[in-house]
């Protein structure tokens, strides 16, 4: 037995050390070898450091956004920072190298928090076994690699949500509360996710979330004071009211989301209106699906048993994000060890046998690429349709099991 232990942790630094030493050379390699200036890290920089250098109030100015970004990167077409206040007071540290440097700090930073996800989630959702497979699991979701190479937050997103799921399970509500609150920097995601757990009722988790978005909300009115505030909120409904310029229009058909594949089959025969109205109405039934199941499962399982729940809310609240990229669907891995470590995958029915087809198409880099290249990801959304639709399935099938009389369960309500 101790000497199998020892195989096992010998088995898991061979695999660490491999996948790491791998994953970080490219990541330095496009930092230091190729041109670093055209990815979204770009703009982050500039937010960064536009408020350490020349104050909050140019923050959100566009015109010295423009300025500072063409200096900086070169870049033809503005890429705006309409970030929140609190990421860019984060980003300001590392504005203090230049520009290739801390593209590669925020590239080592970001392997070490896919590091740290593998560590914490693996007890969680330990399929495959042996450690250098689900390390390959993880770093060959082409996802990962478009948030590592764009210098983007999801990994840190990916790490907040695992968080938000482990203490779920553990039974601290108001602690996954506050670890999905501090995901906010990218709130298009977020609050679909608190939308579900408000509808559940889960009032300690919406507790942990409410004191973690006003921690965030006094940091940003610290860095930027009322004045960039208002000027954040500006730019957002600057943004929101923009639905029909082109620029707008085919950034929408990059979300492989509900709105963006809408966006896309149906801008050729009715106005922006009409698909926001669809958009918001599709949106609302989904999450009240999932808020509704989850519930249920709530009074009728014990605590620590609903992964399989939490991957459906999780890939629910991505398609119904009003705002989500590639990089952010790296979110999915969690859906999919979720999901392949469940019960339900060993029945291999039909519904596993959809989530296979959509997982290894999520696999699949040359689909990403074609589609990016394009300008088309929205057309991923029907692969994401699917796999939600096959999981909230796999979900009613499990609470039709527990509430037979056969199951010896008893409805008792989760906290």
Not at 184 to 199: D, E, G
Not at 228 to 248: C, E, M, Q
Request: charge should be positive.
């Amino acid at each position: 037995m101790a000497h199998a232990k020892s195989l096992t942790k010998t088995e898991v630094r061979v695999a660490l050390a491999i996948t790491t030493a791998l994953v970080l050379g490219l990541v330095l390699a496009n930092a230091f070898l190729f041109d670093p200036r055209g990815f979204d890290f770009s703009a982050m920089y500039t937010g960064g450091l536009i408020l350490r250098r020349d104050g909050p109030s140019k923050l959100y100015d566009l015109a010295q956004q423009a300025q500072v970004e063409k200096s900086l990167v070169g870049r033809p077409n503005l890429l705006p920072y309409d970030h929140p206040p609190f990421e860019a007071l984060f980003i300001a540290s590392i504005t203090k190298f230049n520009y290739r440097t801390a593209y590669a700090l925020w590239g080592v930073a970001n392997v070490l928090l896919l590091l740290l996800f593998q560590h914490l989630f693996r007890p969680f959702a330990p399929v495959p076994r042996r450690p250098i497979h689900y390390f390959m699991v993880c770093f060959l979701f082409f996802p990962v690699w478009v948030a590592l190479m764009q210098g983007q937050m999801s990994i840190l997103l990916l790490v907040l949500f695992s968080l938000t799921f482990i203490h779920l399970e553990r039974g601290h509500d108001y602690r996954a509360g506050f670890f999905l609150s501090l995901g906010l920097f990218k709130f298009p995601i977020v609050l679909p996710f608190a939308l579900i757990c408000f509808l559940r009722s889960k009032w300690k988790l919406m507790m942990g979330f409410a004191a973690g978005a006003l921690l965030l909300a006094g940091v940003s009115l610290i860095a930027v004071g009322p004045d960039g505030i208002l000027a954040y909120v500006h730019l957002l409904s600057a943004a929101l009211s923009n639905n029909a310029d082109p620029a707008f229009v085919q950034i929408t058909r990059d979300l492989p989301t509900l709105r963006g594949f809408l966006e896309t089959i149906m801008v050729s025969w009715t106005g922006p209106r009409w698909i926001e109205a669809a958009a918001v109405i599709a949106a609302a039934i989904m999450i009240l699906v999932a808020a509704s199941l989850w519930r249920r499962h709530d009074r009728l399982r014990r605590r620590g048993e609903s992964g399989v729940m939490f991957a459906a809310a999780l890939v629910v609240s991505l398609v119904t994000s009003p705002y989500a990229l590639t990089h952010d669907l790296s979110l999915m891995l969690i859906a999919i060890l979720l999901v392949v470590g469940s019960q339900e995958w060993s029945t291999k029915s039909s519904k596993v046998r959809v989530l296979a087809v959509c997982t290894g198409m999520l696999y699949f880099p040359p689909i990403y690429v074609w589609l990016l290249n394009r300008r088309i990801a929205s057309l991923l959304f029907p692969v994401l349709l699917c796999f939600a639709l096959a999981v909230l399935s796999l979900a009613v099938g499990r609470l039709r099991t527990l509430a037979s009389p056969e199951s010896g369960e008893c409805e008792q309500p989760v906290n």
